[in-house]
């Protein structure tokens, strides 16, 4: 499996800090994804649905801590490139963003 697109939708509200629609193998569409900074720095939360007990479900996620990691680099890396194109300072460690 290959993530074959990765668009990326920059916004500033609050933690949310960008939309992502990927896609696999040129022949899937998840879209939805959210560049989240947290606590611990960014990461990619994935799409979810409200219940109606007030709490959230993923929609679609990986079924392995690899496969997270994977996505969550490549997303991150093209995130990054988004925000120089744009002019807009890496909030990245160096390391993460030379990522290919």
């Known amino acids: 499996m290959e993530i074959t697109e990765v668009r990326v939708i920059p916004v500033n509200e609050d933690k949310l800090r960008a939309y992502v629609t990927i896609t696999l193998d040129d022949c899937f569409v998840i879209r939805d994804l959210k560049v989240i900074h947290g606590n611990s720095g960014l990461f990619i939360a994935m799409p979810s649905k409200k219940r109606r007990d007030g709490t959230y479900r993923d929609v679609a996620h990986p079924l392995n801590r690899e496969t997270r990691e994977w996505m969550e680099q490549i997303i991150l890396a093209e995130y990054d490139r988004e925000l ?16 290919e």
């Open 84 to 99: 120089r194109q744009r002019g807009v300072p890496s909030p990245m460690p160096k390391a993460a963003s030379d990522v």
